[in-house]
C-alpha cells in the first residue's frame, strides 16, 4: 500500500511541492489535494497583469483541473479544511469530507490584513488576493468611477495602476511620506511617486484612515486629520498575516507563522508545511523565490531522497507595472558599518544606489534602469568580494568586458533576435515557451527550447529572459546542482571526492545518493573528469562518460565522419611532416585538408575504421596526436619571434616548443589554449589565450583568461617574470585551473567569477602554493603523456571503438 | 515475421556503450545498458541523423552526438519536448550471445 500524502492549500508554494516531488519520486504516495478556491493552481503573481488586462486567467493556469486527473490526484476544489484530527490523521473539510493522512503538507499561504476600522465590513471593502477580488475589481470598472486603494505597497499600486487601465480615477492612501518603503529609500520613492502622478495616479501620502463610510456600500473614507474623499470602491493593500488558524487549532507550535525547521517539518514530524505561512529561523517571506527554494528541499524530504537543508532565503523584487522600471534588494538603507555608492540623473529618471559592506554588496535599489539588476543580485547572494570591480561597479557588468553576462540589450532586442546560436532559437521563441508553458527555470527553458543547451555561451541571456519576462518570479540560482541527478553542485561534489577519496564515478554517485542509477551525460563527463583531476595516480577513468571525440580521438563531423589533426609542436613543421601529411591525405582520399586557427594542418571527412591507419602513418612520421578533439591543451602559437623577425625581444617559438612539451595531452575542464608573442605587437594574439607570453626586453609578461571565442575578453595580465619560471607559473596557473573550475567553465569565466585577486593570490603572491601546484601539475602530466593515437593504432587499446560488431547483407 | 540473427557475445558491446551492425543500405546501433540489457535501433537519429551508436547511454535512452537529444532505446522516440522516432529492432541475450530481430 501507497502511503497517503494530504494537501492543504492548493496554490503556489504547495502544489509546486507536488510537481517536484512527482518529478523525483512520481509512484511514492497517493495524492490528496484540499483547496478553498474553485480552481486549479494558477500563478497568483500574474493577477496584477490581469487586472491590468495584459492578461487573461486562462493565461496563468498552472495546473488545470485535467492535470489533476492525468497524474491520478484528488483535488478537493472549493472545499475548506477547518480540522486537522492529528491522532487519527485526518483531516476535515467544511462539508464533512474526511481523509486520512500518512504524512500532510500545509500550504495554506496568507490572509491580507484587513484594518479594522469602523465600516471595514461594508460592501465595496476588499483586499486584493485572489481570482475573485479580481473579479470585483473589474466588475467596479465597470459600473464604478472611483477607487482607492489603501497602501502604497508594491501590491497596492499594483493594483491602482490595473484599475487605472481601465479608466477608473484611482486615489492611493499611504501612511508614511514614501512609497513601497520596505523597498525604496526616500529618493526613488518620490521617482517612482512622481512617474504614477504623471500617469493619472492621485495620492494621500501621510493619511491615516479613520472610518469607511457608506450606507451599506461604501461611497467615502474619512482620515484622522478630518478630511475625507469620495470613492465606490477600497482596496486594502496594508499587507498580509501567514494563515495559521489552522495549524494553530490542531497545535501545532505557530508564532507569526507555522515554525519549521530547515526540512520543513513542523513540530509533528508527520507534518510538513511550506510557503508563506511559514516561519523559518524566524523569518517570514512574502515571494515567490525563497518559497519555491523551501519548496525543492521539502519535495526531496517527503520522497525521502537527499539531504538538502533550506538555510533562508535573501529576495529582491521589481514592480510589475508597465513603463516603470525598478528593483530592489537586501539591505538599501545602510548604517555607520557600510558604505553607499549613489549614481542618480534625475532628468532622465534615473537613480542608483548600492551599498556596500566590507567590500561586499549588500544591497540594491535601481529606478528607471534595472538591467543590471540581476547581476547586482548575483553578487550580493554569492558574497563575492568586489574591491577587483570597485571602480566599475556602479556602471554595472556591461562596463566589466563582454564575457560574462553582457547583457544590457534584453529589453530593447526585438523578438528575431537569435539569442542561442547553436540551436538557432530566438528571443521571441524564449519567450513564447516561458509563458505558455509556465517555464520559471533555466533547465525547463532549456528542455523545452533547447536554449543554452549546448555551448551554454548564451545562459546569460537566457536567464535574463526568464527574469524580464518572469520579474521577481525568478529565482537567481545561486548554487546550482550539476544537472537534475543530484541537488549537489559542482564544488560539493568535488570537496566531497577531495575528502571521501572517491575515486570512481561510481564511487561519487554512490556516496553522494545519486538520483539515478547511471547518471546523464551532463554528470557523467563532470564526475569522471573531477575524479581524475583530483586522484590523478588512482582515479578509473570511464571512457564511457566520455564524449565521443574524446572516445574516438577524433573531431565527429556533422554527417558522422571524423577529423584528423597531428600536434605542429609551437606552429613549426618539417618536410618530413608536410610529407607524410600529403601522402594520408593521398591514400586515404582526403576531401578537405584545411589550415587550423591554431597553427596546423586539419584532415577532414575520415570514416572511423580508417582513423588508426591514418595515426599509424602520422605515428611513422613521428606525429602525434593534436588533442584537437578534448576538453584539453590544444595547442601553443607563437611568432617567429626573435630567430626572424627584426622587432623580436626573446626567442618566442623556441619557449612556445616548451610549453607545449610540457602542457600536451592534459586533460582540462574545457579547451585550454596558449600563444607566445615575441614582443607587443602580439602577432600571435596571446592576449586573448586561455594562458598567453608576450615577450618584452626585461623577460615575459604572462597574461590568463583570454578567450576569441563567442564572446571575446582580453586576458588579465597575471605578472612579469625574469626567466624561465615562465614554465612554473604555467604549471601552477593551469593546475589551479583544473582543480577548480567547473567541468566545462573555460578560464574567462572562471576568472571572472572567482575573481583575478584570488588567482593573483594563489599563483603569484604565495610562492608555497605555486610550486605545490606546478607539482601536482608535473605529477599528472607523467601518467597523461601518452600518445592516445599510437595506443589505438598499434597499442590494442579499445579496438571495439573503431570496427564494426557485424556485417550482414539483407 | 521474425528473423532472429546472432549479433555476437554480450561482452563484445561495452556496458553503457554500442556497437554497429552494418547492412547494405543502413546501419543499426546494438546498445547494452549499465544493467546488460540490450536494445537495438536504427543508427540514425531522428533530429538530423546523427549516429546514435557514438552517443552516450544511459539509463535506457542515448543522448545522441551532435544536438543533445535523448532518444528511448525503447521505442525509439525523441525524449522531452524534442519530436521523432527512430526504428527499433526487437533484441535479446541468450547464454551470452546477442540476437536481434531483423523482422
Ligand atoms: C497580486 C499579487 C501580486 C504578487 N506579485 C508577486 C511578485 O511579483 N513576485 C513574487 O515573488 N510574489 C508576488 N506575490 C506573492 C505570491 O503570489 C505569493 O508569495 C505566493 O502565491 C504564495 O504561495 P503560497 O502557496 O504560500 O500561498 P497561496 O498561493 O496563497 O496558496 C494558498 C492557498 O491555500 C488556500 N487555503 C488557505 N487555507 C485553506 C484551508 N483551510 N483549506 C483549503 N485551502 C486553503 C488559499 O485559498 C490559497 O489558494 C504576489 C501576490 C499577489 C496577490
Ligand atoms: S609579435 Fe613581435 S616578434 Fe613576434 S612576429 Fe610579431 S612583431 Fe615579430
Ligand atoms: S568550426 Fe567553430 S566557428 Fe566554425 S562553424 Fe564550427 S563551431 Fe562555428
Ligand atoms: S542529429 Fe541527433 S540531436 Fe541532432
Known amino acids: ?810 | 515475421m521474425s528473423n532472429w540473427i546472432e549479433v555476437g557475445q554480450l561482452e563484445e558491446i561495452p556496458k553503457q556503450g554500442s556497437r554497429v551492425i552494418k547492412t547494405n543500405d543502413f546501419n543499426i546501433a546494438v546498445f547494452r545498458t549499465v544493467n546488460d540489457e540490450v536494445f537495438a535501433v536504427k543508427d540514425a537519429c531522428p533530429h538530423k541523423q546523427g549516429q546514435l551508436s557514438q552517443g552516450i547511454v544511459h539509463d535506457k535512452k542515448v543522448t545522441c552526438p551532435l544536438h543533445n537529444w535523448t532518444i528511448s532505446l525503447e521505442s525509439g522516440e525523441a525524449l522531452g519536448p524534442d519530436e521523432g522516432c527512430t526504428n527499433v529492432f526487437m533484441a535479446k541475450v541468450e547464454s551470452g550471445l546477442v540476437l536481434i530481430d531483423l523482422g
Open chain 1, 1 to 810: 500500500m501507497k502511503e497517503k500524502l494530504v494537501m492543504i492549500g492548493n496554490g503556489m508554494a504547495g502544489m509546486r511541492t507536488i510537481e517536484e516531488l512527482l518529478k523525483i519520486a512520481p509512484d511514492m504516495y497517493d495524492i490528496t489535494v484540499f483547496g478553498d478556491e474553485p480552481y486549479g493552481n494558477y500563478n497568483r503573481i500574474l493577477l496584477s497583469p490581469v487586472l491590468a488586462g495584459e492578461k487573461t486567467i486562462d493565461d496563468i493556469m498552472l495546473n488545470t483541473m485535467d492535470w489533476y486527473e492525468e497524474n491520478n490526484i484528488k483535488l478537493h476544489a472549493g472545499k475548506r479544511v477547518n480540522e486537522i484530527n492529528r491522532i487519527a490523521r485526518t483531516v476535515i473539510s467544511e462539508d464533512g469530507t474526511v481523509e486520512e493522512y500518512d504524512r500532510l503538507l500545509i500550504a495554506t499561504g496568507s490572509k491580507p490584513f484587513i484594518i479594522p476600522v469602523p465600516g471595514h465590513d461594508k460592501d465595496g471593502v476588499i483586499a486584493f488576493r485572489d481570482i475573485n477580488d479580481v473579479d470585483i475589481m473589474l466588475d467596479a470598472t465597470k459600473n464604478h468611477k472611483h477607487a482607492t486603494v489603501i497602501g502604497g505597497g508594491l501590491l497596492g499600486l499594483e493594483a491602482a495602476n490595473g484599475m487605472m487601465q481601465h479608466g477608473m480615477k484611482v486615489t492611493v492612501v499611504h501612511l508614511v511620506d514614501t512609497l513601497m518603503e520596505r523597498q525604496m529609500d526616500s529618493v526613488s520613492g518620490k521617482m517612482l511617486k512622481n512617474s504614477l502622478q504623471e500617469k493619472g495616479m492621485d495620492f494621500r501620502m501621510e493619511a491615516q484612515t479613520a472610518e469607511i463610510t457608506g450606507n451599506g456600500r461604501v461611497s467615502g473614507i474619512k482620515f484622522a486629520d478630518g478630511t475625507s474623499i469620495e470613492t465606490d470602491l477600497v482596496v486594502m493593500a496594508v499587507g498580509i498575516r501567514p494563515n495559521i488558524e489552522l495549524a494553530q487549532k490542531a497545535g501545532l507550535h505557530c508564532e507569526r507563522g507555522i515554525v519549521v525547521n530547515d526540512t520543513l517539518q513542523t513540530y509533528d514530524p508527520r507534518i510538513y508545511s511550506v510557503g508563506e505561512c511559514v516561519q523559518h529561523r524566524g523569518d517570514t517571506y512574502g515571494l515567490v523565490a525563497p518559497l519555491f527554494e523551501m519548496v525543492k528541499v521539502c519535495a526531496n524530504h517527503l520522497a525521502q531522497m537527499g539531504i538538502g537543508l533550506y538555510e533562508g532565503s535573501v529576495t529582491s523584487t521589481k514592480l510589475k507595472v508597465t513603463g516603470i522600471d525598478l528593483f530592489s534588494a537586501g539591505d538599501f538603507i545602510g548604517d555607520e558599518s557600510t558604505e553607499e555608492m549613489v549614481m542618480q540623473d534625475a532628468t532622465s529618471g534615473l537613480y542608483k544606489k548600492l551599498v556596500l559592506k566590507d567590500n561586499k554588496l549588500i544591497g540594491a535599489v535601481l529606478y528607471g534602469d534595472t538591467k543590471e539588476g540581476a547581476w547586482y543580485f548575483q553578487l550580493m547572494r554569492s558574497g563575492q568580494d568586489i574591491s577587483d570591480m570597485r571602480d566599475k561597479l556602479l556602471f554595472g557588468e556591461s562596463h566589466l568586458g563582454d564575457s560574462g553576462h553582457g547583457g544590457d540589450h534584453i529589453l530593447t532586442m526585438s523578438d528575431d533576435t537569435e539569442i542561442c546560436g547553436c540551436n538557432g532559437v530566438c528571443k521571441g521563441d524564449i519567450v513564447q515557451a516561458i509563458t505558455s508553458e509556465g517555464l520559471f527555470t533555466l533547465d525547463e527553458v532549456r528542455a523545452h527550447t533547447k536554449a543554452s543547451a549546448s555551448c551554454g555561451s548564451c545562459t546569460g541571456l537566457v536567464e535574463q529572459i526568464l527574469e524580464s519576462t518572469l520579474g521577481s518570479d525568478y529565482e537567481t540560482p545561486e548554487a546550482k546542482p550539476i544537472c537534475q541527478c543530484t541537488d549537489h553542485t559542482h564544488e560539493e561534489v568535488r570537496e566531497a571526492i577531495r575528502e571521501r577519496k572517491l575515486t570512481s564515478i561510481n564511487d561519487v554517485r554512490r556516496s553522494l545518493n545519486w538520483k539515478t542509477q547511471d547518471g546523464c551525460p551532463a554528470c557523467r563527463m563532470s564526475l569522471n573528469y573531477y575524479v581524475q583531476s583530483a586522484w590523478h595516480n588512482e582515479a578509473q577513468d570511464d571512457p564511457q562518460s566520455r564524449f565521443i571525440n574524446e572516445r574516438a580521438h577524433a573531431n565527429i563531423q556533422k554527417d558522422g565522419r571524423y577529423s584528423v589533426i597531428p600536434r605542429m609542436w609551437g606552429g613549426m613543421t618539417t618536410p618530413d611532416e608536410l610529407r607524410a601529411i600529403a601522402n594520408v591525405a593521398e591514400k586515404y582520399e582526403i576531401k578537405d585538408v584545411h589550415l587550423t586557427g591554431g597553427q596546423r594542418i586539419g584532415l577532414y571527412g575520415v570514416e572511423k575504421e580508417v582513423l588508426p591507419k591514418i595515426w599509424k602513418d602520422l605515428n611513422d612520421a613521428g606525429m602525434v596526436s593534436g588533442h584537437a578533439y578534448g576538453k584539453a591543451m590544444r595547442t601553443v602559437k607563437t611568432c617567429v619571434g626573435k630567430q626572424w623577425c627584426r622587432f623580436g625581444t626573446q626567442d618566442s617559438t623556441a619557449l612556445g616548443i616548451k610549453l607545449e612539451e610540457l602542457t600536451w595531452a592534459s586533460w582540462m575542464p574545457h579547451k585550454f589554449k596558449l600563444a607566445v608573442s615575441g614582443c607587443p605587437r602580439n602577432c600571435a594574439e596571446a592576449t586573448i589565450k586561455d594562458f598567453g607570453v608576450v615577450c618584452v626586453d626585461s623577460g615575459y609578461e604572462l597574461h590568463i583568461g583570454g578567450n576569441g571565442g563567442i564572446k571575446v575578453r582580453a586576458t588579465d595580465l597575471l605578472c612579469n617574470v625574469a626567466t624561465e619560471e615562465v614554465m612554473e607559473y604555467c604549471g601552477a596557473f593551469i593546475q589551479y585551473y583544473r582543480e577548480d573550475a567547473h567541468y566545462l567553465e573555460r578560464t574567462a569565466p572562471w576568472v571572472e567569477r572567482i575573481g583575478f585577486s584570488q588567482i593573483e593570490d594563489m599563483i603569484v603572491k604565495n610562492e608555497e602554493k605555486r610550486k605545490y601546484y606546478n607539482k601536482r601539475f608535473l605529477e599528472a602530466q607523467k601518467i597523461s603523456q601518452v600518445d592516445p593515437w599510437k595506443e589505438r593504432a598499434t597499442g590494442g587499446v579499445a579496438p571495439h571503438e573503431f570496427a564494426s560488431i557485424k556485417v550482414v547483407s539483407l
